[in-house]
């Protein structure tokens, strides 16, 4: 699949498969960024597909992790994604279980479409910090309502969320948090109005579902990478 991206005095076509693995991905680098404890040196990956290999892509080009594991939806599945990865990127990627992906990594990526949670609030170690990315449905949560109680939650957009994210929404109609758990999204971040961390055992959490901003932003340096190589 391709779309039209309208850029300034220019049109480009680009693959919006790609386009989506690479923003989304992206975005949960900067909240990373803004969240996570520096020292983080474990990060874990929830899925073996298209969001779950950008993930790993990106998330290990800009922090220096010392391991990956990843957990799919079965043993065989985990194992053969992880020697792919790892061949393909010359990276330590090991397959691990649900709890033992959760309470090991220190950065966390869920990037699944399980309809129900793949991760419970009680396998988290203090210090992690998690992206939700699998899920854009208000019926659909990879995690359970333990992880939201138990941490510091930012979203990329206030209205995206609070519309479209089942993480949230359902644990807000269950009554596990409120709207007010959610204290950040993710301009208040970058723009340091808002801090994305408070200590070092502090759990982070960013829900992300995804926004028009992120896809033009991305279109845009790609657009003009391309510029640059073709006049090089």
Same mark, same amino acid.
């Given at each position: 699949?391709? &779309?039209?991206?309208?850029?300034?005095g220019? &049109?480009?076509?680009?693959? %919006?498969?790609?386009? /989506?693995?690479?923003?989304?991905?992206?975005? @949960? %680098?900067?909240?990373t960024r803004?969240?996570?404890?520096?020292?983080?040196?474990?990060?874990?990956?929830?899925?073996?597909?298209?969001q779950a290999?950008?993930?790993?892509e990106?998330?290990?080009?800009?922090?220096?992790?010392?391991?990956? =594991?990843?957990?799919?939806s079965?043993?065989?599945?985990?194992?053969?994604f992880?020697t792919?990865?790892a061949k393909?990127?010359?990276l330590k990627?090991?397959?691990?279980?649900?709890?033992t992906?959760?309470?090991?990594? !220190?950065?966390?990526?869920?990037?699944t479409?399980?309809? /129900?949670?793949?991760l419970?609030?009680?396998?988290l170690?203090?210090?992690? #910090?998690?992206? =939700?990315? +699998?899920?854009?449905?208000?019926?659909? #949560?990879?995690?359970?309502?333990?992880?939201?109680?138990?941490?510091?939650?930012?979203?990329?957009?206030y209205?995206?969320?609070f519309a479209?994210?089942?993480?949230?929404?359902?644990?807000?109609? !269950? +009554?596990?948090? @409120?709207? !007010? #758990? $959610?204290?950040?999204?993710l301009?208040? =971040?970058?723009?340091?109005?808002?801090? +994305?961390?408070?200590?070092?055992?502090?759990?982070?959490?960013?829900k @992300? $579902?995804?926004?028009?901003?992120?896809?033009?932003?991305?279109? /845009?340096?790609a657009?003009?990478k391309a510029?640059?190589?073709?006049?090089?």
């Open positions: 699949m391709s &779309c039209w991206i309208p850029l300034p220019s &049109c480009a076509l680009m693959a %919006a498969n790609y386009l /989506t693995d690479v923003r989304t991905a992206a975005t @949960s %680098a900067v909240a803004h969240m996570a404890r520096r020292d983080a040196k474990v990060l874990g990956i929830f899925g073996t597909g298209r290999r950008s993930h790993i990106v998330m290990t080009a800009v922090r220096q992790f010392e391991r990956v =594991l990843v957990c799919g079965g043993a065989k599945r985990s194992q053969a992880a792919a990865m393909e990127l010359g990627i090991e397959p691990a279980d649900p709890c992906c959760a309470s090991q990594a !220190e950065v966390i990526c869920t990037c479409n399980s309809p /129900t949670p793949i419970e609030g009680k396998w170690r203090p210090g992690t #910090h998690l992206n =939700l990315v +699998g899920s854009f449905h208000p019926t659909r #949560h990879e995690v359970d309502g333990e992880t939201l109680r138990r941490a510091r939650v930012a979203v990329d957009t209205e995206g969320a479209e994210a089942g993480d949230l929404m359902i644990p807000i109609h !269950e +009554g596990v948090i @409120s709207r !007010e #758990h $959610v204290i950040a999204d301009h208040e =971040l970058a723009r340091g109005k808002k801090p +994305g961390r408070k200590s070092v055992d502090e759990i982070t959490l960013f @992300s $579902v995804g926004c028009g901003l992120e896809d033009l932003v991305t279109a /845009t340096l657009f003009g510029e640059q190589r073709a006049s090089a």
